[in-house]
């Protein structure tokens, strides 16, 4: 395991002149899934997710336009310091008029280097990577780490904004910090508690989610660029919620948030459903 190891922390190195680091853990992957009773647990574990990472493209792991937390290009110093407290996050996108006008971002520690009387902006922007929704995770792994770069915006083909991708996202899929990939593409993302609770993945399409628990969403809120059950409830509260916070809708239900991190909203209960037809 610790020849593996020493794969992933080091630079790959090509064979023949045309490998990649897919091809390289692939190749990994087939060689540990042969019976190996030293690896334990969590290493094989870990082994998996990146098994499972290589069908998965920018979309799947992507967090989506309307959970993105960015500032524009003309925000004061006040206005960012805030949106890093309030976030908790270490780089910031930085738009010009809409968030298809992404100029690059902002990371935390040049606010250790700014003087408030001096400040400007521009001079702070770091270039960020632009990125096809179908590219593979495990390319894009390669990417960031040729580049050094730690984050990279979704485009789609009109050259809008779909959504941005992280490299500490990317780590948690192989560490297995959060669900298992392979349950983020099953039915598992939604499920009924007996008490009537309906627990969901927030990255769930919320047109999805209706056909399951019917009708939910406003007038108002379909009207918006709402994609997800997690983007609704970013709508309702204008920021992050935190762990165990109750979010009434006007509909009457209420969101509990179940788990959530500085940038979006990963599990949540639904409460004051109907119950479902027996």
């Not at 190891?5 to 390289?24: I, N, V, W």
């Not at 098994?51 to 799947?60: G, H, P």
Request: hydrophobic residues 40%; glycine residues 6%.
């Amino acid at each position: 395991m610790k020849d593996w190891l020493s794969y992933f922390r080091f630079p790959f190195k090509k064979k023949d002149g045309d490998g990649s680091l897919r091809e390289t853990l692939e190749e990994l992957i087939e060689e540990e899934e042969i019976e190996d009773t030293s690896l334990a647990p969590n290493e094989r574990e870990m082994l998996t997710n990146i098994l499972n990472l290589r069908d998965l493209t920018a979309k799947d792991l992507m967090i989506p336009r309307a959970e993105i937390i960015a500032v524009p290009h003309n925000a004061s110093l006040a206005e960012i310091i805030s949106v890093f407290k309030s976030s908790q996050v270490m780089r910031i996108p930085i738009y010009r008029q809409t968030l298809d006008e992404i100029l690059g971002y902002i990371h935390l520690r040049d606010l250790l280097e700014i003087s408030p009387n001096t400040f400007k902006l521009q001079n702070y922007v770091h270039k960020i990577d632009f990125i096809s929704p179908s590219m593979r995770i495990l390319d894009l792994l390669l990417k960031m780490r040729s580049t050094g770069e730690k984050m990279a915006i979704v485009v789609d083909e009109h050259g809008g904004i779909d959504g941005l991708v992280t490299l500490s996202d990317l780590v948690e899929e192989i560490v297995g910090d959060i669900q298992n990939v392979a349950q983020m593409t099953t039915p598992l993302h939604f499920f009924r508690r007996p008490d009537g609770v309906v627990v969901v993945n927030g990255r769930m399409d919320i047109e999805e989610l209706e056909e399951e628990i019917g009708p939910l969403r406003t007038e108002e809120e379909k009207e918006e660029e709402i994609e997800t059950i997690g983007g609704l409830v970013l709508h309702l509260t204008d920021r992050i919620p935190q762990r165990g916070e109750l979010i009434a809708h006007p509909s009457g239900i209420e969101f509990e948030i179940i788990e959530a991190d500085s940038r979006r909203i990963k599990r949540l209960g639904i409460h004051g459903l109907p119950s479902p037809p027996s």
